[in-house]
């Protein structure tokens, strides 16, 4: 484990993308070809929310559904192993320090239960992972750029290139506010996470703010 978090950052999302298609559709074949979102032979359905898999849904295509899920299982799986090695390592950094700190030691000394303690180390462990996240969501929308060239896929990052490359503003305007709402709501949610796992985050608590 400690040598999976140590391996934050050193592997381009590219990298394990392309080693990702070699290994489980080029040798093992268990995931389609990454040439679109769907199967060929299929028809993506009519545009209601404009997020193809959504729409899927909402008319209740099985088909289509199963074949969205099937061509996105490996690139949200090359996201996760890319991002999860630098979560891992601050986990565990926080965690050694906070199983040598002084609530820690005085728990050991009164008799707490192991499972005490060790809930009690992860609680304080969990707030900076959990702020690290939202930090790390702005690399992922970067990396999903490469990852739907990689892949085929069409999705907000190419559709920003594009904006770009046709200097195209108003389209380019609507996606920064976009990604800056996803952004702010991320933000909102560690902030409420951090709150539950730590009671003195909370507003109007010593040293929690005002």
């Known amino acids: 484990v400690r040598g999976y978090g140590q391996a934050a950052g050193a592997v381009p999302e590219f990298v394990v993308g392309v080693v990702g298609i070699f290994l489980f559709y ?13 199967r060929a032979g299929l028809t993506e359905p009519e545009p209601i929310t404009s997020f193809p898999l959504l729409d899927a849904l909402l008319r209740g295509d099985s088909v289509v559904v199963s074949s969205m899920f099937s061509h996105l299982l ?9 991002v999860t090695p630098i979560l891992l390592k601050q986990l565990l950094t926080a965690l050694d320090s906070s199983l040598t700190a002084q609530p820690t030691l005085f728990k050991v000394a009164t008799g707490s239960a192991r499972k005490y303690i060790y809930a009690s180390a ?20 970067g990396g999903a750029v490469i990852l739907e060239t990689l892949f ?14 046709a200097t195209d503003l108003i389209a380019l305007q609507g996606f920064l506010l976009v990604v800056a709402a996803i952004s702010l709501l991320v933000f909102l949610c560690v902030d409420l996470i951090n ?11 010593a040293g929690g703010g005002s």
């Open 122 to 141: 992860y609680r304080r462990a969990l707030p900076p992972t959990v702020a690290l996240f939202g930090l790390v969501f702005g690399s992922l929308l």
């Open 26 to 38: 080029a040798t093992l074949q268990v995931v389609p070809a990454p040439s679109g979102r769907i």
């Open 152 to 165: 085929g896929l069409g999705g907000m990052g190419r559709y920003a290139v594009e904006a770009v490359a």
């Open 74 to 82: 490996l690139p949200i799986g090359v996201l996760v192993v890319s």
């Open 195 to 205: 709150m539950l796992l730590d009671p003195r985050r909370k507003p109007g608590r």
